[in-house]
């Protein structure tokens, strides 16, 4: 192991402590709005308090650490989010919201002064929510949470009121205008790093995800008096469609950029063993970095629908539709930059998950770094990360912080 500045041993103690805060016989949850997320809440503060950091919470949820800096210079944000899918991870989320609180403990334990303020974030709701609804508090750090949502509605409570639970208030605005930087680590939760051997993983984007409904409509009828020929299976038709997709999904990530394309939800009406399938709805989730991939798609999927057997109809929406993100250009060299000061191996990808470094990026420069996963396993209980991966990763984050900050020390001369 190399020698680093950060603490290996914290980093995994801590990672290993937060992770046990899980509800019991479902490792490893911990979600957002629920009692044991306030209890891992709980435990953050106090670790960051333990830091020499001061803690607040922001009007979006976001539980913060701050550490003040030597000059007027505006704030170098870390981070990414504690809570967890029903039986994820005890890696996605929390190794970064780690690493930010051990490179704020480092600096401080070397007598590192920067110019700026560093704030450790924990983001609110990263992950989909019992609302339905993610990456709740990082949209609303950035303005752009949608104020409809504060509406939405869960055992009777509305979001509204689950932010003031705690600790955020709805009636505020959340946004920030003093952010210079933002880092965030992040498990890849994919193969890449693992199958080409290296530490890190700079991403250069963030995937945009747009999700289309399709319904199909055909005739339902007697399974053993329908004729075969005459029949209108709307299933039949929704498997020409399926397999489409995913061959027009190798076709487009054969290119070269990232593209993915997953019929996720399938349901047939009516459902019956002696009846013809007469409706079928798919929704797809397509990813890509490249915005002009995705109109293209969009476009195939129109056209593929008028290719279906003889009665069967088909409409098609979109239920979603975020552009692609890209991470910041300066940023992404600093960390190349420090990879290789700290003798880190280091390639260029895409993201196809979202974070919630896709909405700081609207209003800072944002940069990701990946460190690898077991067989690039996520949201399992089987997730799994080499802690001394973690805390390489630490340490390039802790050098990218330092040369940003000291630029802008050249900047003020």
């Not at 509605?153 to 509305?158: A, F, I, V």
């Amino acid at each position: 192991m190399r020698n680093l500045r950060v603490s290996t041993d914290r980093i995994g103690a801590d990672i290993a402590a937060l992770a046990a805060i899980t509800d019991p016989g479902q490792p490893w949850t911990r979600r957002a709005f629920s009692p044991r997320f306030d209890e891992g809440r709980a435990w953050l503060a106090t670790r960051f308090a333990e830091a020499g950091l001061s803690v607040t919470t922001d009007a979006g949820g976001n539980l913060l650490g701050t550490r003040r800096g030597t000059g007027d210079c505006g704030t170098i944000l870390l981070g990414s989010h504690s809570d967890t899918v029903p039986d994820g991870g005890r890696f996605d989320g929390v190794a970064g919201v780690i690493v930010a609180l051990e490179v704020a403990r480092m600096l401080s334990e070397r007598g590192l002064s920067l110019r700026h303020d560093l704030c450790v974030a924990d983001f609110l709701a990263e992950e989909v929510s019992v609302f339905g609804v993610s990456c709740i508090g990082s949209r609303a750090m950035a303005g752009l949470r949608p104020p409809e949502w504060l509406a939405l509605t869960h055992q009777g409570r509305t979001l509204e009121q689950a932010l003031y639970d705690v600790g955020g208030d709805a009636k505020i605005s959340a946004q920030r205008t003093d952010i210079k930087a933002f880092f965030e680590l992040h498990i890849e939760q994919g193969p890449v790093l693992a199958s080409t051997r290296k530490d890190l993983g700079l991403v250069t984007a963030i995937a945009g995800i747009t999700r289309i409904e399709v319904i199909l409509t055909g005739r339902p009828d007697h399974a053993g008096t329908a004729p075969m020929h005459l029949r209108a299976d709307a299933l039949v038709g929704a498997a020409q469609l399926v397999t489409a997709i995913e061959a027009k999904a190798r076709a487009e990530a054969e290119k070269g950029a990232h593209f993915t394309a997953t019929v996720g939800e399938f349901s047939i009406t009516p459902g019956a063993a002696n009846v013809v399938p007469g409706g079928a709805r798919l929704l797809i989730d397509a990813r890509a970095v490249e915005r002009a991939q995705m109109e293209g798609f969009l476009e195939w999927i129109r056209a593929a629908l008028k290719t279906l057997p003889a009665g069967i109809g088909a409409q098609s929406r979109i239920l979603s539709d975020n552009l692609p993100t890209p991470m910041d250009e300066g940023l992404i060299a600093r960390l190349e930059t420090a990879a290789e000061t700290c003798g880190a191996s280091h390639i260029r990808m895409a993201s196809g998950a979202g974070h919630d470094a896709a909405f700081l990026a609207r209003i800072a420069p944002a940069a990701l770094i990946f460190v690898p996963c077991k067989e690039g396993r996520s949201h399992c209980p089987e997730e799994w990360a080499e802690t001394d991966d973690i805390a390489l990763g630490a340490e390039v984050m802790a050098e990218a912080v330092l040369a940003f900050d000291a630029a802008t020390q050249g900047e003020d001369r």
